[in-house]
């Protein structure tokens, strides 16, 4: 490394044999290794026979380490970046400090690796052209509740962290608003020893999970179905009831009009169906 940089360093999520000889040539020849939680890394960099210097820099102190690290690489150095286990910024601290760094005009290399919500999609057998990584829900269950209802809609495979502590009441949140049938899978303990990758409609996962203990426990990540896109010329019940609302008070043509504009389903279409209605 000859000249000073940010290095986004991804580090194993589980299995050390995921970690690539880029990244361990990398952390042995910065000047620091800014970690997430130092006595965590200091296992990964023993491993590695790594003795480069650890600092922290974490939620609570990241704004804090900006001006030594850039002062680091204003010295010609050159700094490396890694969380606690994957890609750094992932649901981990780091944004503010490569934000800082590259405004500052210093270089910010990545150097990629594991992260677990590519390694659940990759593994899980959902629509993966298309899908929205959330992160972490809400913690508190009514914003939870409410933060799925919102989601219950998108058409797009959707990726959750989840806590051990709570990812049984966050599935049966899930299920509320999103319908007991939707299909979910769930990857936990990723590349370690024990690894589940279990896939059901969310009904069936649920009791799954209640029946075995062992499976509320470690790292999850919750791929969840996108909602189905209606099939040219149908209908869903949600918008045959505007219609219907609309049609209680309007004629034929100005309801199924107005209905249009409410819900973007074709004016022909529900035109149509209006005619069907007022016939029967």
């Known amino acids: 490394m000859s000249e000073s940089a940010l290095y986004v360093v991804a580090t194993p999520i589980g299995n050390l044999q995921d970690m690539s000889q880029r990244a361990v040539e990398v952390l042995k020849n910065a000047e620091v290794i800014a970690a997430e939680d130092t006595r965590h890394s200091a296992r990964l960099m023993a491993h590695f026979n790594i003795n480069t210097r650890l600092i922290s820099v974490h939620d609570h102190n990241e704004r804090q380490r900006i001006d030594s690290i850039l002062d680091l690489l204003r010295a010609g150095n050159s700094v490396a970046l890694i969380s606690d286990a994957g890609t750094p910024l992932i649901s981990d601290p780091g944004f503010v400090v490569v934000r800082a760094v590259r405004e500052a005009g210093f270089k910010v290399v990545p150097v990629p690796g594991c992260a677990a919500f590519v390694a659940a999609l990759s593994a899980a057998g959902l629509p993966s052209d298309r899908f929205a990584f959330e992160g ?18 998108e058409s797009r495979t959707l990726i959750f962290y989840e806590s051990p502590h709570r990812v049984l009441e966050s599935l049966k949140d899930m299920s509320d608003a999103m319908g007991a049938d939707r299909q979910v899978v769930v990857a936990r303990e990723l590349t370690k020893t024990f690894e589940t990758i279990h896939s059901a409609p969310l009904a069936e ?27 040219a010329g149908v209908v869903d019940n949600n918008v045959e009831h505007v219609l219907d609302v609309l049609l209680a008070e309007l004629p034929v043509k100005q309801a199924s009009a107005l209905a249009s504009k409410i819900t973007g389903v074709k004016k022909n279409l529900l035109y149509k169906l209006a005619l069907e209605k007022a016939d029967s």
């Open 136 to 153: 972490f829900p809400p913690a508190k269950r009514n914003a939870r509740q409410q933060y799925y209802q919102e989601q219950s809609s």
């Open 205 to 231: 996962l649920i009791d799954w999970m209640a029946a075995d203990h062992n499976q509320q426990k470690g790292e999850f990540v919750l791929l969840v179905h996108g909602k189905p896109k209606p099939e």
